[in-house]
C-alpha cells in the first residue's frame, strides 16, 4: 500500500427514494465523489442479508449480498421489473432507514421483479443467471434453501426446524429443496442481482481509480446458512444449540464484559478439512471488495470462549486460535491477501506478533488518543508508518457527537495536542488522521458532513435503533470535494489521475 486515503460509508446509508441506500445511480455518484476529492479507498462494512436488528455484523450469510442494496431502478432499465411495481410506494424517510417499512415493500417488490423474469427474460439473462448458480455453487445452493426454509417456517431459527432438516439431513434436504423449488430459486435470483450490480459498481469504482475495503467478522451469526450447513465445524452439540459462544472480557469498559453469543468454531476440525470453508469464504469476500478489514483480529491469537447460558462474559476462558496455519493455508490457494487487521482493543504481544509476522497493518482510532499519557499508542505521533488511522468507526460516536460528550481534561488534552478550539473538531481531526505517518487514513463520511450525534451508525449494546443514518443527496457538494481534496494533496495522500 501507498500513502492514501478514503472515506467508510456503508452503501444503505446512500441517498435514494425507496427507503434505504442501494447500487443505484447515488452509489455512482458518490464514487465520483470520492474520485473528485483525490481519494483512493472506499470502506464498507459486511455486505451480507441481515436478520434481527438489522446489524450487517450478524448477517444470515458470510457469502450472500444483502437483497435490500438492490437498485429497484436499474432492474427496471434493464426490463427486469415492472413501472407498476413501483406506483404507490410510501413516503420513506430520506434521513434514516425505516427497516420496519422497507424490508417488507422491498422484498415484494423483488418478488415481482423475480415473476416478470420468469415471464420475459431473453435466453441470454437466462444462461446468466445459470452460470452465476455455477459460479457460486459452494455456498449458493445451501444458502438459497436455507432463507426459503426459514421464511417458509415463519422465520424461526434453523435449530428449531423439524430434526432431520436441522440436523442438514441429505432426504430432508431434498424434499424440501423439491416442495421450496420456487421460494428457493428467488433467493437464487436476489443474490444473483446483487452480485451482478455490486460487480459493476466495483467495475466502475476501480475504473475512477478507487479501490473498495470491504469487512470480515471473525464470527458468524448463529443463525445462518454458514453454522446450519457446516455445523461440524462449529461448538455445537447434537441438539444444534451452541455449548461455548462469543465475548470479551471484563475490561475498562465494562465490568462484565461483553457476551456476543456467536458460535465459536472447532479449529481442529477446520485444520483437518484444510481450513476449506474460510478459503472460500476469503475467495468470495476478495471477489467482491479489493481489501479485507478483518474484524476481532485477536480472536485468530486467541479468543474468550463462554459457556452457552451464561448470563455474563464474566465466566470465560481464553483458548489458542488457528495462528498463522490459517493464512498459510488461505495464501496457498489464493495468493496473496490485502487485509487490514482489526486490533483495537486489550491487544497482547502474541496478537501483536502474529498482526507483524504476516505483515496486516493494525488499526488506530483518534477518538480512543486522549486520556492524556503522550505514549498513548492512539496519538498520531506514536504511529508506525504501516498502521490505518480513523477519525472514528462506526461504533463510535461521530467525531462531532463524541466531543460535545468528553470530560472537560480530554477536550483540554486534545486542544494542547491539536493547537485548536475544536470549534471545527471533524475537519481537524481529518487533517491531523491526513497528516500522521500512517499511511492510510480514513474517515466516517458522517464526519467530513461535521455532523453531531444524530449521525451515529450504531451503539454497541443496544438491541434496536442501529444502522440506519443516512444523507441527502444535496449534502454532497463541490465545495465538500474540493475541501477534502486540499487536505488529500497537501499531505500527499492524492490519487494519481484516474481514467475517465
Same mark, same amino acid.
Given at each position: ?31 465520483? *465523489? ?6 483512493? /479507498? ?5 455486505? $451480507? ?9 450478524? =448477517? ?18 434493464? $426490463? ?38 420468469? %415471464? ?7 444462461? &446468466? *443467471? ?9 455456498? /449458493? ?27 442438514? &439431513? ?12 420456487? !421460494? ?6 436476489? %443474490? ?25 467478522? @471473525? ?12 455445523? &461440524? ?13 462469543? $465475548? ?7 465490568? +462484565? ?9 472447532? #479449529? ?10 474460510? @478459503? &472460500? ?5 476478495? +471477489? ?21 447460558? !451464561? ?12 495462528? +498463522? ?9 489464493? =495468493? ?22 504476516? =505483515? ?5 482510532? /483518534?477518538? *480512543? ?33 463524541? #466531543? ?35 499511511? +492510510? ?12 450525534? !444524530? ?44 481514467? !475517465?
Amino acid at each position: 500500500m501507498t500513502r492514501n486515503s478514503g472515506i467508510l460509508l456503508h452503501p444503505t446509508s446512500l441517498p435514494g427514494r425507496w427507503g434505504i441506500g442501494d447500487l443505484g445511480a447515488a452509489a455512482y455518484t458518490f464514487v465520483d *465523489f470520492l474520485a473528485g476529492s483525490g481519494q483512493q /479507498l472506499w470502506q464498507v462494512m459486511p455486505l $451480507g442479508p441481515t436478520g434481527y436488528g438489522d446489524s450487517p455484523y450478524q =448477517g444470515f450469510s458470510a457469502f450472500a449480498g444483502n437483497p435490500l442494496l438492490i437498485s429497484l431502478d436499474r432492474l427496471l432499465e434493464e $426490463g427486469l421489473l415492472d413501472a407498476g411495481s413501483l406506483a404507490g410506494a410510501p413516503e420513506f424517510p430520506d434521513q434514516h432507514v425505516d427497516f420496519g417499512a422497507v424490508i417488507p415493500w422491498k422484498l415484494n417488490v423483488l418478488h415481482q421483479s423475480f415473476e416478470h423474469y420468469k %415471464q420475459h427474460a431473453p435466453q441470454a439473462l437466462r444462461d &446468466e *443467471f445459470a452460470s452465476f448458480r455455477t459460479e457460486q455453487r459452494t455456498w /449458493l445452493a445451501d444458502y438459497a434453501l436455507f432463507a426459503a426454509i426459514k421464511g417458509a417456517h415463519g422465520g424461526a431459527s434453523w435449530n428449531s426446524w423439524e430434526p432431520a432438516l436441522a440436523r442438514h &439431513e441429505a432426504h430432508a434436504i431434498d424434499e424440501q429443496g423439491s416442495r421450496l423449488s420456487h !421460494e428457493t430459486e428467488f433467493h437464487a435470483y436476489m %443474490q444473483w442481482q446483487f452480485f451482478r450490480q455490486w460487480c459493476a459498481l466495483k467495475e466502475y469504482a476501480n475504473h475512477r481509480g478507487i479501490q473498495i475495503i470491504g469487512d470480515i467478522p @471473525i464470527f458468524v451469526a448463529f443463525d445462518s446458512a454458514d453454522v446450519w450447513g457446516n455445523r &461440524e465445524v462449529f461448538e455445537i452439540d447434537e441438539d444444534g444449540n451452541p455449548t461455548v459462544v462469543a $465475548g470479551v472480557p471484563p475490561d475498562y469498559f465494562s465490568a +462484565t464484559g461483553q457476551l456476543w453469543g456467536n458460535p465459536l468454531y472447532r #479449529w481442529d476440525a477446520l485444520e483437518e478439512r484444510g481450513y476449506r470453508w474460510w @478459503i &472460500e469464504r476469503f475467495r468470495t469476500t476478495l +471477489t467482491l471488495v479489493d481489501i479485507a478489514r478483518i474484524d476481532h483480529f485477536r480472536g485468530f491469537a486467541a479468543y474468550w470462549a463462554v459457556p452457552a447460558g !451464561e448470563p455474563t462474559a464474566i465466566n470465560g476462558t481464553w483458548v489458542r486460535g488457528p495462528g +498463522t496455519a490459517l493464512f498459510e493455508a488461505v495464501r496457498a490457494a489464493l =495468493g496473496s491477501l490485502p487485509i487490514i487487521a482489526e486490533d483495537l482493543g486489550v491487544i497482547t504481544p502474541d496478537v501483536e506478533a502474529l498482526r507483524d509476522e504476516l =505483515g496486516f497493518p493494525g488499526m488506530k482510532v /483518534l477518538q *480512543f488518543a486522549f486520556g492524556g499519557d503522550p505514549d498513548d499508542q492512539y496519538l498520531p505521533h506514536n504511529y508506525p508508518v504501516r498502521c490505518v488511522v480513523y477519525t472514528g468507526t462506526h461504533d463510535n460516536d461521530t467525531t462531532t457527537g463524541w #466531543w460535545y460528550a468528553l470530560a472537560e481534561h480530554e477536550r483540554r488534552n486534545v486542544q494542547l495536542y491539536l493547537g485548536r478550539d475544536g470549534s471545527d473538531i471533524s475537519w481537524d481531526f481529518i487533517r491531523i488522521a491526513f497528516a500522521s505517518v500512517a499511511e +492510510t487514513a480514513l474517515v466516517p463520511m458522517q464526519d467530513v458532513f461535521g455532523l453531531g450525534s !444524530e449521525g451515529r451508525m450504531n451503539t454497541p449494546g443496544r438491541a434496536a435503533g442501529n444502522w440506519g443514518w443516512r444523507y441527502t443527496a444535496d449534502m454532497l457538494t463541490y465545495e465538500l470535494a474540493e475541501r477534502l481534496g486540499t487536505l488529500t494533496r497537501i499531505y500527499g495522500r492524492a490519487r494519481p489521475a484516474a481514467t !475517465e
